[in-house]
């Protein structure tokens, strides 16, 4: 079955610090991945997306992800954490199903 | 270009009432998705529409139902509202079909509170 999974519910880091974000799929068909990110009362925001391009796919805000297909991993990263990175962030992946699955989310806290 | 927009931000229903929310997609935007986000089970896909017919379904029962407009404006619509549809709905535009591929735009949602 086809399957994201989002390793971690919550993350908390200083800011300035790095920021990961992991997400595992499942490896069915060559998958289109992405990462949304979830402001509070607001809707979802696309930061980047992986379409079988680059594998270093990089995004909005300083975010980046790298796809590895031999850990069938999308994890995303930043280099130095800003308080207005404080939301929820959903990995989801696209198949040929014609539907998106989106992973559990992760809340990101960012600690001054 | 105006993003998507949900109207009403926010509802309260009462159990057995029903219930109509609308969504208007990105200009030129031809499909258009529906999700509903609670605490417990997180987002799940309700239905996505495209040149106003559905072609995707997700599993929720048959007491929610949507529709598309030639001008590919959508609405959903919950009848015999139960406490457990108390949930923020989420619409989101693709300018294609092919939604795996390409990436959709989410509007600020609608939060219904069944009471």
């Not at chain 1, 696209?94 to 539907?99: E, P, R």
Request: aromatic letters at 12%; a positive charge; hydrophobic letters at 30%.
């Amino acid at each position: 079955a086809q399957s994201v999974t989002q390793l971690d519910s919550h993350v908390s880091v200083s800011e300035g610090t790095p920021v990961l974000l992991r997400c595992n799929y499942s490896s069915s068909y060559s998958p289109s991945l992405f990462w949304y990110v979830q402001h509070p009362n607001k809707g979802l925001q696309l930061l980047l997306k992986y379409t079988s391009a680059a594998t270093l796919v990089k995004g909005i805000n300083g975010f980046e992800a790298e796809f590895k297909k031999s850990e069938t991993s999308f994890h995303l990263t930043k280099p130095s954490a800003h308080m207005s990175d404080a939301a929820e962030y959903f990995c989801v992946v696209g198949y040929n199903t014609d539907k998106l699955i989106f992973g559990t989310g992760t809340r990101l806290q960012v600690f001054p | 270009k105006a993003g998507v927009t949900q109207t009403p931000r926010y509802l309260i229903k009462t159990r057995g009432q029903q219930v109509t929310l609308s969504c208007s997609p990105i200009s030129g935007h031809r499909s258009v998705s529906w999700y509903q986000q609670t605490p417990g089970q997180g987002l799940q896909f309700l239905f996505e529409y495209f040149s106003e017919t559905q072609r995707n379904k997700g599993n929720f029962p048959g007491r929610f139902s949507g529709r598309q407009f030639s001008n590919s404006r959508s609405e959903m619509n919950v009848s015999t509202l139960e406490l457990g549809d108390s949930a923020l709905y989420l619409c989101a535009s693709s300018l294609l079909a092919e939604m795996p591929l390409y990436e959709q735009y989410f509007g600020p949602g609608t939060r219904l509170t069944v009471t």
